[in-house]
């Protein structure tokens, strides 16, 4: 592989990773949507 | 239907809108600077552009796992809620820059080295670094909230962080063949056009400002995570 292929190979790795937390953040803050949403119901109840 | 400014409350000028807006402006004109301006270095040639932000997550890695080691003794200290909550976002944010220098290094590795991998001391210290704190993580999930366990963590997270000093001088103590990055002894070599420089600098601010967006959003969510645990347990014992 040519230097070109390793530096793609590195910055695609370092885009990849950072999209791949973003989206778990993501992910975590849809789970804490649903708990307060749950939360609420129950103090409507 | 709720949106995301729900689970954090209200919008918040700062880290809501600026940092993420500044985190993007910044990157753009990074990647612009590294792709496009900055010139081939002479004895690496394009492969060395990967050092452009090798370097700075390596820094801000390092700069996270510090400000893990002040927030634990914080926290030990006082017992503050808050400097827990930093203490892990930092440990978080620093562990996947750290796995980002562990993958990128190699690639930059193989063309320059012919092999990827090598027990040099600054990258055996590097991933003793990233276990040490691979562990520290792990240990706070498994000891789910307990507060011995948090306070043990704390205590690996000031311990780890004196693994950066011996990591830093490596290369000086143990002669390793882990190269002196930026600058070179060849008039010819290393950061000679001034665009590098700013290539260098533009990359260390955007990486800097990503760092602290990722921080600033993972100590929140803790912190609503904590706010939903304490209001759980109240209504329990209604």
Same mark, same amino acid.
């Given at each position: 592989?040519?230097g070109?292929?390793f530096?793609a190979m590195?910055?695609?790795?370092?885009?990849v990773?950072?999209?791949f937390?973003?989206?778990?953040?993501?992910?975590?803050?849809?789970?804490?949507?649903q708990?307060?949403?749950?939360?609420?119901?129950a103090?409507?109840? | 239907?709720?949106?995301r400014?729900d689970? !954090?409350?209200?919008?918040?000028?700062?880290?809501?809108?600026?940092? #993420?807006? &500044? =985190?993007g402006v910044a990157? $753009?004109? /990074? +990647?612009?600077?590294?792709?496009?301006?900055?010139p081939?270095e002479?004895?690496?040639?394009?492969v060395q552009?990967?050092?452009?932000?090798?370097?700075?997550l390596?820094w801000?890695?390092?700069?996270g796992f510090v400000?893990?080691?002040?927030?634990?003794a914080?926290?030990?200290r006082?017992g503050?809620?808050v400097a827990?909550?930093?203490?892990?976002?930092?440990a978080e944010?620093?562990?996947?820059?750290?796995?980002?220098?562990l993958?990128t290094g190699?690639?930059w !590795?193989?063309p320059i080295?012919?092999?990827?991998?090598?027990?040099? #001391?600054? &990258? =055996?210290m590097?991933v003793v $670094?990233? /276990? +040490?704190?691979?562990?520290?993580?792990m240990l706070?999930?498994?000891?789910?909230?307990?507060e011995?366990?948090?306070?043990?963590?704390?205590v690996?997270?000031?311990?780890?962080?004196?693994d950066?000093?011996l990591?830093?001088?490596a290369?000086?103590?143990?002669?390793g063949i882990?190269?002196?990055?930026?600058?070179?002894?060849?008039p010819e070599?290393?950061?000679r056009?001034?665009?590098?420089i700013?290539?260098v600098?533009?990359?260390g601010?955007?990486?800097?400002?990503?760092f602290?967006w990722?921080?600033s959003?993972r100590?929140?969510?803790?912190?609503?995570?904590?706010q939903?645990? $304490?209001? /759980?347990l109240?209504?329990?014992?209604?």
């Open positions: 592989m040519s070109l292929g530096l590195a910055y695609t790795a370092i885009w990773a950072f999209f937390y973003l989206m778990s953040l993501g992910r975590r803050a849809r789970r804490l949507e708990e307060i949403e749950t939360l609420r119901a103090k409507e109840r | 239907m709720s949106s400014s689970v !954090a409350g209200r919008l918040r000028p700062w880290s809501d809108v600026a940092l #993420p807006a &500044l =985190t990157m $753009l004109t /990074a +990647i612009l600077f590294v792709f496009v301006v900055v081939d002479k004895v690496q040639g394009v552009r990967i050092f452009y932000f090798h370097v700075h390596a801000m890695a390092f700069g400000f893990v080691a002040a927030t634990s914080w926290y030990l006082t503050s809620r827990d909550r930093y203490a892990e976002a930092n944010v620093g562990l996947l820059f750290t796995t980002l220098v993958i190699p690639l !590795a193989r080295w012919g092999v990827y991998w090598t027990w040099d #001391p600054r &990258l =055996t590097t $670094l990233w /276990a +040490i704190y691979a562990a520290y993580l706070r999930r498994l000891g789910n909230g307990d011995t366990i948090l306070r043990y963590a704390a690996l997270g000031i311990v780890g962080v004196l950066i000093p990591l830093i001088i290369v000086r103590l143990w002669r882990h190269p002196a990055v930026m600058l070179s002894d060849d070599a290393g950061l056009d001034p665009t590098m700013w290539g600098i533009l990359s601010i955007a990486l800097g400002l990503l602290a990722l921080v959003l100590a929140r969510f803790a912190a609503i995570d904590d939903l645990a $304490l209001r /759980a109240e209504s329990e014992r209604r």
